[in-house]
């Protein structure tokens, strides 16, 4: 309980949304208008299917446990089919919108791409779904309290946050791959995310068998940020410009060849400028125009 | 006992979604909303809309950029506008829920009602509950009317002092007498030990500086931070002496009035507009958050402080007879100048009325207050950002006067009652068997 819990749960779940949110989304006010609006989709996702599900509890019998918790999995369920229906019909509402702009504009570029649009639709539901899972609990954390002192686990709070941080990236990864496979109209890439979202809630069902639900959904969701990664243009080239740049100081000169962001799909280096990297020593690089 | 009249003074904020007119465009449509001048009651907050100077911007723009850039820029600047909006909301928003959680003062419900809302709500009787809040919110609805009604008549007599001078004793009570409150409040929930001549002084520096920069002229960032610390003040009077279900009726009330005044023929709101336009005169600058800047960057040196001044004064809102003439014609010459040698920076900004920000802050703060559920507050929060965004696009879509109100306060109120009735008890039992969706 106390400061620490709170902040350090706090940082876990929301640390690199965040990050991501200021170094990537803050400066473009567009991008800020798109991720409240896939906030907003998710928002109505879940309040359909707690319609639903308030709805089937209302219907059933309250004293009947069992049949109260399979009403709860059956609405985790329908909550997840539900998010993908808004994921798709978000994407619709952008299409439309890019549409719209490429249509007016002369030169083919619209103001955002689809890539980034999806990017960023992905981490708008992330971060509306990481929120509305972990404020509650993190406000707990800060009051006084015994965790488990009724014989549940003691790691909830650490749980939820690192469940909570999975869900997040996984959101983001998901709407990149979404947004690609509906463009090409690759369906079963469609049906994969589904299916994943769909084991991502089941192994959720696990909990408190952490040792269940965890490793595999963090497995889940590296695989998925890699499938994001290469779906979204990346390639192993880039990685290893990435790698290879080396030395955080040596910016100096604007003239370097930019180099991609994992997870910004924005991959090609400018045409007609290479710049070498040669390390001299370790951490120290020098730079030779070619 | 009930409240004194005088807190009710502050009332005179005005909500409306205006953009900084452009000399070059002769007609605009700008609505604003207003403040109702008191004489024996306060005056209240029109929530009015906006008219988004589309044709100014485009036209400024189609000598430079090439025809199909335009929509683009148009996006873009929508954007920037939109984000413009919604980071005071924001700001106040975050005052009145970090307000509302931390300091108790404004969640305690006491027997003193505003003189507004006479009837007293009984928790017992559900009907009888139902019926007193639907009659408070007519009461309030009509003194409302009857401001705005009496604040048209004063200015198309061109009363500006009258105008001016209730405008300025409203600002006063809030920047003192609500501040001191607020901060007695703070101090008690903190146990803070406070000497009373520190705390003169410090209640004399905040509400001088408030006055001048909101009133004559002061740094544009200065004056926007005292003007979303006065609406959150007053969000914050309103959430604690509004009682319950009226509250959550006025607020629809509010919406719908506002659709009303702004659209209709005769809505006051649009005489008002009307009148300003035949008067070429900037709308009542006064208690309109204006965040116009960067056209000042670049321009020449000899326009620029009197550019500043005359900007600074119009959204103060020197509302004398005289100044507001004469200061127009300079402001309008100053703008031409300005934007003459302007051809790089783009923004004309956008005004929003502080009675937005009020009824904003109160639904999200109420949704704060009730309960201590953070999913509702954060969905409500989101709702009106939506509202906002979409009530901007209609305004670039259909270039006419919209109000501001309606859309945000529907999306929150109805996403208020459905998170609270809905998704909290899912939210609950997902996260007490730590499922995740």
Redesign the interface.
Known sequence: MTLAVFFGCAFIAFGPSFALFVFTIAKDPLRVIILIAGAFFWLLSLLLSSLVWFIAIKASNSQDLTLQRGLLIFGVFFSVLLQEVFRFAYYRLLRKATEGLAAISDDDGSAISVRQMAYVAGLGFGIMSGAFSMINILSDSLGPGTVGIFGDSQYYFITAALMTLALTLLHTFWGVVFFEGCEKSRWWVIAAVVSLHLLVAGLSLLNPLYEGSLPPVYVITLATGVWAFFSSGGSLHSLSALCTLCGFESRASRTMTEVPLSKTPNPQPLPGRRSMWLPTAPGVCSRQES | MNTSDSEEDSYNERSALVQCESPTIPSYHQDHDMSLPQETDTKRGRPVSSGLDEPGLVERERAAT????E??LT??YG??H??ML?IPVTLCMVVVVATIKSVSFYTEKTSQQLIYTPFKEDPNSVGQRLLYSLLNTIVMISVIVVMTIILVVLYKYRCYKFIHGWLILSSLMLLFWFSFMYLGEVFKTYNVAMDYPTLAMIIWNFGVVGMICIHWKGPLRLQQAYLIVISALMALIFIKYLPEWSAWVILAAISIYDLIAVLCPKGPLRMLVETAQERNEPIFPALIYSSAMVWMVGMADSNNPDSADERQRNEGGALAQEGVESEDDVALGGRRRCSAEEDLEEDRGVKLGLGDFIFYSVLVGKAAANG????TT??CF??I??GL?LTLLLLAIFKKALPALPISITFGLV?YF??D???R???????A?????
């Open positions: 090439p025809d199909g850039e929509e683009e996006l873009k954007a920037k939109v984000i919604f201590g559920d953070w999913n954060l969905a989101v709702a950002l939506i965004c996403f459905s998170t009735n809905l998704v008890p899912f939210m609950d039992s997902l996260a068997h730590q499922y995740y969706i």
